[in-house]
C-alpha cells in the first residue's frame, strides 16, 4: 500500500480482497492467522528432520557398529528412508487438496513419532529398513508445509513465503546434526554405553517434539484465510474463471465488491487485518482465482500431461535431490577423509551440517530473487532463474570434485568453502524453483507440490 515503509510488511497484515490472500509477509507478528499458519507450516516440516536425518548422522560410526551393519546395509537403509518419502509425497499431494493442510500435517507428525520411538529396538538391519521406511513418512511434511504457505500468501510474496518457510524448516536437517550429536555425547557423559546412548536419544529429542508440534498445528492452525477448508469453495471468486474477470470492466468491479463483501464479513472483528482498497489488487493471472480442487481421473491427466508439472519437477529433481544426497552423506565423507585422532564423527557432524544450516538465508533469498524478478519478468523470469541456480550449482559441484581428486590431502578449508559455495547455490535454486511451482497447475496445488517433492527424492 502507497506510503507504508517496507519493513512494515513484516508486521501487517494486507488482505487482497479478491482471494483473501496477504499480500505482505508478516513473520514478526503472531496476532493474526496468516502469521500463525506461517509459522506452523514451516515449523512442522523442520522438526521432521529431528527423526529424519538422525540416523544419517548417527549411523556412519555408532549405529553401524552397534548392528554390525556393513557398508551396502548403511547404503540400502539411506535409499529405503528417501524411498518412502518419494512415495508419501505423492500420496500427501492429492490429500491435502482434499482434507486440507493442518489435519495432515499434524497426521504425518504424529504417524512419524510412532516408529521414531521404537528406533530404541531395532537389533537387525532388517529391523533398521522397517523402522527407516516408516520415519521417511516424515518426508512428507514438505508437501503441507509448501501447500500451506501458497494457499495464505499472495502472488507478490508467494516465492517469498515458500522459500522463507522452507528454508527455515529444512534448516532443521543442519540442528539435526548439532541436536543429536549434542544429546548422544551428552548421555554417553552420564555414563551410558553408546548401544544404549544412541536409542535413547530417539526417545529423548524427536518423539516428544513432533507430538507437541501436532498438538500445536491442530489447536492454533487454521485450514484456509475463510476458514474451514470447505469454506474455499464459498469465496465468490473460486466458481469464476479468468477469462470471465476479463471480459468487462463493471464485471469486474461487481466481482470485486462481492469479494470485499465477503472478506469483512469474515475478518471485520480482526483489528489486526486490512483489507486492501478494491481497485489495489488486479486479477491478472490464473493464481489471483484458483482453488484447491479435489483430485479425480481428469483432473490428474490434465496435471500430468501438462509441460508446466514437468518443469519444475526436474529442476527439483537436480537441486533438492542433490541437497537430500549431500545431506546424507557429506559427513560420512569428511570423516573417511580426514579421520584422525583429532577429527572423528562429531566434528565431522558439526562441519556438515553447515550444509543444511545456511539453508536459513540462502533458501530464502532465492524465493527473494524470484518475487523481485517476477515484478519486471513474470513468470519466465522465475524459470530462467531457477536454470541459473542449477547450471551454477552443477560447476561448482564439478570444481569440488575435481579439486578432492586431484589432491592427495585436500585441504578442509577449500572443501569447506567450496561445498558451501555449493550450497548457496543448490538452495536458493530450491527457493527459486517454488516460487515458480505456485503459478504451475494453481487449482491442483496439494498435487502439483506433492509431484515437485517426490522428484526432489527421486534426485537423490
Known amino acids: 500500500m502507497e506510503g507504508r515503509p517496507a519493513y512494515m510488511g513484516l508486521f501487517n497484515v494486507v488482505v487482497n480482497p479478491v482471494n483473501m490472500k496477504c499480500t505482505t509477509l508478516p513473520i514478526l507478528s503472531l496476532d493474526n492467522q496468516y502469521s500463525v499458519n506461517f509459522h506452523l507450516a514451516w515449523l512442522g516440516f523442520f522438526v521432521a528432520f529431528l527423526s529424519w536425518f538422525a540416523f544419517s548422522l548417527l549411523i556412519p560410526d555408532v549405529i553401524k557398529s552397534d548392528l554390525h551393519l556393513t557398508a551396502a546395509q548403511v547404503e540400502n537403509s539411506n535409499v529405503i528412508s528417501l524411498c518412502a518419502t518419494l512415495v508419501v509425497r505423492i500420496i500427501i499431494g492429492p490429500l491435502v487438496d482434499q482434507y486440507g493442510l493442518r489435519k495432515i500435517m499434524a497426521a504425518m507428525l504424529v504417524v512419524g513419532a510412532i516408529p521414531s520411538g521404537l528406533a530404541g529396538t531395532i537389533s537387525t538391519a532388517s529391523g533398521l529398513y522397517a523402522v527407516r521406511f516408516f520415519i521417511g513418512i516424515l518426508g512428507g511434511t514438505f508437501v503441507t508445509c509448501k501447500a500451506w504457505t501458497t494457499v495464505f500468501f499472495d502472488k507478490n510474496v508467494v516465492g517469498r513465503a515458500n522459500a522463507l518457510a522452507g528454508g527455515w524448516g529444512n534448516s532443521g536437517g543442519g540442528f539435526t546434526f548439532i541436536i543429536m550429536i549434542a544429546l548422544f555425547n551428552r548421555l554417553l557423559a552420564d555414563g551410558l554405553r553408546s548401544h544404549v546412548a544412541w536409542r535413547a536419544s530417539f526417545a529423548i529429542d524427536p518423539v ?96 500430468l500431461v501438462n509441460p508446466l508439472t ?39 557432524g558439526y562441519i556438515a551440517s553447515a550444509y543444511g544450516l545456511i539453508n536459513i538465508v540462502t533458501r530464502p533469498f532465492g524465493g527473494y530473487l524470484g518475487d523481485l524478478i517476477y515484478r519486471r519478468y513474470g513468470v519466465p523470469g522465475k524459470k530462467y532463474l531457477t536454470i541459473f541456480c542449477g547450471i551454477a550449482q552443477g560447476l561448482l559441484s564439478v570444481a569440488l570434485g575435481v579439486y578432492i581428486d586431484g589432491h592427495k590431502h585436500p585441504s578442509l578449508a577449500v572443501v569447506i568453502v567450496l561445498f558451501l559455495l555449493t550450497a548457496a547455490f543448490n538452495e536458493a535454486g530450491n527457493g527459486a524453483n517454488f516460487a515458480l511451482v505456485p503459478h504451475c497447475n494453481p487449482n491442483s496445488n496439494g498435487l502439483m507440490t506433492g509431484i515437485v517433492g517426490a522428484m526432489g527424492n527421486l534426485g537423490v
Open 310 to 348: 514437468w518443469l519444475p519437477s526436474f529442476g527439483y529433481l537436480t537441486t533438492f535431490g542433490y541437497e537430500l544426497a549431500i545431506d546424507a552423506n557429506l559427513a560420512n565423507v569428511l570423516f573417511n577423509l580426514y579421520k584422525s585422532p583429532t577429527f572423528g564423527q562429531t566434528k565431522a
Open 208 to 303: 516428544p517434539i513432533l507430538l507437541f508440534v501436532a498438538v500445536l498445528t491442530l489447536v492454533f492452525g487454521t485450514d484456509h484465510p475463510a476458514g474451514k477448508w470447505s469454506d474455499r469453495n464459498k469465496l465468490p471468486i473460486a466458481h469464476r474463471k479468468l477469462d470471465e474477470e476479463q471480459a468487462t470492466q463493471n464485471d469486474k468491479e461487481m466481482v470485486k465488491g462481492e469479494v470485499t463483501s465477503n472478506v469483512e464479513k469474515i475478518i471485520g472483528q480482526d483489528a489486526h487485518v486490512v483489507v486492501a482498497p478494491v481497485g489495489e489488487e488486479s486479477i491478472t493471472s490464473e493464481l489471483d482465482i484458483a482453488v484447491n480442487k479435489e483430485l479425480t481421473w481428469d483432473l490428474a491427466y490434465r496435471t
